[in-house]
């Protein structure tokens, strides 16, 4: 009986180890799976395994890793949680758990596990550099340096944590500062692609358009098929009139993400400058087909009808671009000139008065408003537009002498007669002549 009970102990023995093998095996191939972007098949590992060992905290992490890859947050969270329940100091569980109730804008959550993560472990980079970039969302922008600062003190190599600091610097208003990061991190890490597209953006921002395209250039060359980069360097490239060079980045692009809605906008952009209006109709057209509420596309695909004359196609699209977003003060500006180019000058003036409800300090609009006033002879209101332009800049000429003009109109030689003299003290020869001819 002695050796019969050995014996089934023995076997047992060999039977666990068995199992474990049998584990460890499927734990290795889910994540080689995982780690191949095969999630679904990984998933199948990792479930066997907790059927078979229902308090494995590894095989609940790891699933729960995979399923916020999949973009399924909340069976994430439910697996971490899992896994903390059998293991609550394992701190990637935290810092995983942290990152996923963060992208729930379950921002108290979040910050919780961080704090969790670094109760356990103080020397972890990667939870002060989670934590910095929860605090950024939140606009937390002193916080979240601190915390990068930690980071980067732990792990001087912790290229993230730099990235992440020159964003927050950025929204400071630290651009400059920013770009020293930045520019450290490349010291640190030549060959990171991410470095040079930031530190691009950084340039960008304080105006410096030919560092940035260094920059993307360079970023391009490690990377050359970021879709994200070949846009923005086209915005650039077109913006410092390489309007060719923009429509070929944002080709490239578009052979990468055929469905990306802004290399389509950007190409258009370039396609109006060169010009070429049939291309930006095009463009425009492929870009709203994506985003139907691509209120930028319907604007600039309108300007394009505008230019070739087919006034009626512009005028839906500026109305469409004002139904999605009813603040966009440019659709109201340019469907007002439509307007105006088929005579329509009180729905003109109607479209000029509710953008300047929008933007009431807009001088263009202003402007633009007074002119058409006076078109329609409503010479006192075209009087207090010209007014107002006057109020922000006593010294513009042009609407003194067209305020200048409408007074002469109205009868009001005396305060016409006011503003050519200022106008001609500010050297404007028209205004000298009209003085001399209307003011004793």
């Given at each position: 009986?002695?050796?019969l009970f050995?014996s ?8 666990l180890i068995?199992?474990?093998t049998?584990?460890?095996a499927?734990?290795?191939k889910g994540?080689s799976?995982f ?5 679904k098949e ?5 479930n066997?395994i907790?059927t078979t060992?229902p308090k ?5 992490f790891y699933r729960g ?8 947050i ?5 697996d971490?949680?899992k896994?903390?329940e ?9 810092i995983?758990?942290g ?5 729930l804008q379950?921002?108290?959550?979040a910050l919780?596990d961080?704090?969790?993560?670094i109760q ?5 980079a990667e ?6 970039y ?6 937390k ?7 990068f600062?930690?980071?980067i003190a732990?792990?001087?190599k ?8 020159a964003?927050?610097l ?7 500062i920013?770009?020293t ?5 490349i010291s ?20 410096g358009?030919?560092?940035a ?14 879709v994200?980069a070949?846009?923005l360097?086209?915005e650039?490239r077109?913006?410092?009139g ?14 990468f993400d ?9 190409r258009?952009?370039a ?7 049939n ?20 604007i600039?695909r309108?300007?394009a ?9 512009a005028?839906k699209d ?7 977003n009813?603040k966009?003060?440019?659709a109201?500006d340019q ?5 105006a180019s088929k005579?329509?000058?009180i ?14 300090d807009n001088i ?10 006076a078109a ?5 209101e ?7 332009i006057?109020?922000v800049?006593?010294?513009?000429i042009?609407?003194?002498m067209?305020?200048a003009?409408?007074?002469l109109?109205?009868?009001?030689k005396?305060?016409?007669c006011e ?5 001609e003290?500010?050297?404007?020869g028209?205004a000298?002549s009209?003085r ?5």
């Amino acid at each position: 009986m002695k050796r019969l009970f050995v014996s089934l102990i023995f076997i047992f023995s060999i039977l666990l180890i068995h199992a474990q093998t049998n584990v460890d095996a499927l734990m290795k191939k889910g994540i080689s799976l995982f780690a191949k972007k095969e999630y679904k098949e990984a998933l199948l590992n990792f479930n066997e395994i907790i059927t078979t060992q229902p308090k494995n905290a590894d095989a609940y992490f790891y699933r729960g890793i995979t399923f916020a890859s999949m973009g399924n947050i909340n069976a994430a969270i439910a697996d971490y949680s899992k896994a903390l329940e059998f293991n609550p100091k394992k701190t990637e569980v935290y810092i995983n758990r942290g990152s996923a109730y963060s992208e729930l804008q379950q921002y108290n959550e979040a910050l919780a596990d961080y704090n969790k993560a670094i109760q356990l472990n103080s020397k972890l980079a990667e939870a002060y550099n989670n934590r910095g970039y929860l605090y950024s969302l939140q606009k937390k922008y002193d916080e979240a340096i601190k915390d990068f600062d930690k980071a980067i003190a732990i792990n001087p190599k912790y290229s993230m944590a730099y990235i992440n600091k020159a964003f927050s610097l950025s929204a400071l208003g630290e651009d400059s500062i920013g770009i020293t990061i930045l520019t450290k991190l490349i010291s640190i890490h030549p060959d990171f692609s991410s470095a040079y597209f930031n530190r691009a953006l950084e340039y960008k921002q304080l105006g410096g358009k030919k560092n940035a395209l260094k920059d993307y250039d360079k970023g391009l060359l490690l990377e050359p098929n970021d879709v994200t980069a070949l846009i923005l360097r086209a915005e650039i490239r077109d913006e410092t009139g390489d309007h060719k060079g923009a429509v070929e980045d944002c080709t490239k692009a578009l052979k990468f993400d055929g469905s990306n809605a802004k290399a389509y906008y950007i190409r258009s952009l370039a396609e109006y400058d060169m010009p070429d209006y049939n291309g930006v109709i095009d463009d425009c057209t492929h870009a709203i087909q994506i985003k139907p509420d691509y209120w930028e596309a319907y604007i600039h695909r309108a300007n394009a009808y505008d230019l070739l004359g087919k006034y009626e196609d512009a005028l839906k699209d500026y109305s469409k671009a004002i139904e999605i977003n009813p603040k966009a003060t440019n659709a109201y500006d340019q469907r007002a000139i439509a307007r105006a180019s088929k005579n329509d000058v009180i729905g003109a003036l109607s479209d000029l008065t509710r953008a300047l409800t929008i933007e009431p300090d807009n001088i263009k609009l202003i402007e633009k408003r007074a002119i058409l006033l006076a078109a329609t002879k409503n010479y006192n209101e075209a009087i207090d537009d010209y007014s107002k332009i006057l109020e922000v800049n006593s010294d513009d000429i042009k609407a003194m002498m067209a305020r200048a003009d409408l007074l002469l109109l109205q009868g009001k030689k005396e305060q016409a007669c006011e503003d050519y003299k200022r106008a001609e003290a500010l050297g404007d020869g028209a205004a000298m002549s009209k003085r001399i001819f209307n003011c004793k």
